[in-house]
């Protein structure tokens, strides 16, 4: 049985041109050109999809998003908006809207977005209605942005490829790049949807009572052991276990560790009696996992059952083009934390964005974007409320672009004075990444 799709534009021609599109891809649609119509149709039916303008003559699609939600649980509402109209499809979002496409459409595009709406629904429909007693996925509540840039085209691909399996899949990238926000939205595609999602930072267990917390023990197993302890294994039994920061594990972890993988078997400290267990695993770094493995602080054989397959998840700024669709997302988040009401960034913010390197990712962008909301004395984010290290980024004007060979030297050395010799500091200033100072810093015979 083919999905249903609602379309809705003002624009009947556009939208007539887009149901025969679809219409060839075997989906069934119907057109609506206004609110009223659209509130007819879904009154009348259920559609797998809704697919409206944000603008239309008598309404707007959060309107049709709001009726849609009060009709149908597992419905999938598709935004189409023009650039300026950003802002308000990534508030959409927050009220329960899948995502939103850019005006003017590309097929590949829409027909991509439309097969992971379809997908969500599909996952939507497995959960049972019931409450169960044990600890629900945190995937339930992503809210993860979908950017338009090359490198966030990959990654989705990428996403969408790996999730219905049951492969085990390593996410490498930089701190604060959104690698769990990755492995949530794999988990939330795949199979196990219904089950738990279990976040485990492997920096934070103590090696100690690492077995402890993977694998559970009994009453009585150890001094301090009061009670029986689920381990983080049993606790995502059915579903996916999350490790984030895998490569601090201490090389007897590992051993424990791919043990468990391997057997898929638990035994908890102080027991005789083994545990089955069915997971997926998705594990997450941002160090070099391959150099530990020549070292010798990470186990080859590990590593390898762990990465049947990787995804990069790559550094804002190598994403130029998603950088403002998530600068708006984190404003929304931040009003809304914050009750406050503040409707954008002036260019100068802006350009500063675009430009700015971005050494903490989202993490960093998240955080200032919230403190700059707080600060803000008016409906903008101005310079003035960004921390001083990105205001000293505006007062320098620094690019190593815009210096010759022979001044360049100068340049760098006259950064990491004003950064205090803080190399991280000293690249922000020159808006370059610190693997192009360290290199810098070699080609010049810099010594700090």
């Not at 597992?74 to 908006?81: H, N």
């Not at 809207?97 to 992971?116: C, M, Q, R, S």
């Not at 103590?206 to 559970?216: H, I, N, R, T």
Request: with cysteine.
């Amino acid at each position: 049985m083919s999905s249903k799709i609602l379309v809705i534009d003002d624009d009947t021609a556009f939208c007539v041109m887009l149901k025969t599109f679809l219409q060839k891809k075997g989906f069934e649609v119907i057109n609506a050109f206004n609110c009223l119509e659209a509130e007819e149709e879904i009154r009348k039916q259920v559609f797998d999809i809704v697919l409206t303008d944000l603008r239309l003559p008598d309404g707007d699609g959060l309107q049709i998003l709001r009726l849609v939600k009060e009709t149908s649980l597992v419905t999938q509402v598709i935004l189409m908006t023009g650039y300026t109209d950003i802002k308000t499809a990534v508030n959409a979002i927050k009220m329960g809207a899948f995502d939103y496409v850019g005006k003017p459409i590309n097929p590949d595009e829409i027909l991509h977005t439309i097969g992971l709406a379809l997908d969500k629904k599909a996952a939507k429909e497995t959960v049972p209605t019931t409450k169960k007693a044990t600890k629900p996925s945190t995937s339930s509540t992503v809210s993860f942005v979908k950017g338009i840039s090359t490198d966030s085209s990959r990654l989705h691909e990428h996403i969408d490829l790996v999730a219905p399996t049951n492969m085990s899949v390593l996410i490498i990238g930089d701190s604060g790049t959104g690698k769990e926000y990755i492995a949530q939205s794999i988990h939330l595609l795949s199979k196990r949807a219904d089950k738990p999602f279990i976040a485990v930072d492997c920096g934070a267990i103590p090696k100690e009572l690492a077995s402890s917390e993977f694998f559970g023990h009994i009453k009585g197993s150890f001094t301090g052991a009061v009670t029986d302890k689920t381990g983080h294994f049993e606790a995502a039994n059915g579903g996916t276990l999350f490790l984030d920061e895998v490569g601090n594990l201490s090389y007897e972890v590992q051993v424990q560790l791919l043990r468990a993988l391997q057997e898929r078997k638990i035994k908890p400290v102080g027991s005789n009696h083994e545990i089955q267990v069915d997971i997926r695993v998705i594990a997450a770094t941002n160090e070099d996992l391959t150099e530990a493995v020549k070292r010798g602080d990470f186990r080859e054989d590990l590593y390898h059952r762990l990465n049947e397959f990787c995804i990069k998840a790559p550094r804002l700024s190598e994403r130029k083009q998603d950088i403002m669709i998530f600068a708006n997302h984190f404003l929304a988040m931040a009003n809304d934390d914050l009750e406050k009401e503040v409707e954008g960034f002036d260019q100068d913010v802006t350009d500063l964005f675009k430009s700015y390197d971005w050494p903490g990712n989202l993490r960093e962008m998240k955080n200032i974007i919230k403190r700059s909301v707080l600060l803000a004395k008016s409906n903008m984010i101005n310079i003035d409320v960004l921390p001083h290290e990105m205001q000293d980024v505006v007062l320098m004007g620094t690019s190593l672009a815009g210096y010759s060979k022979n001044d360049e030297e100068q340049a760098i050395r006259q950064a990491l004075e004003k950064a205090n010799y803080n190399k991280s500091k000293a690249a922000i200033l020159l808006n370059i990444d610190r693997k192009t100072l360290y290199n810098k810093l070699k080609l010049y015979n810099i010594d700090l």
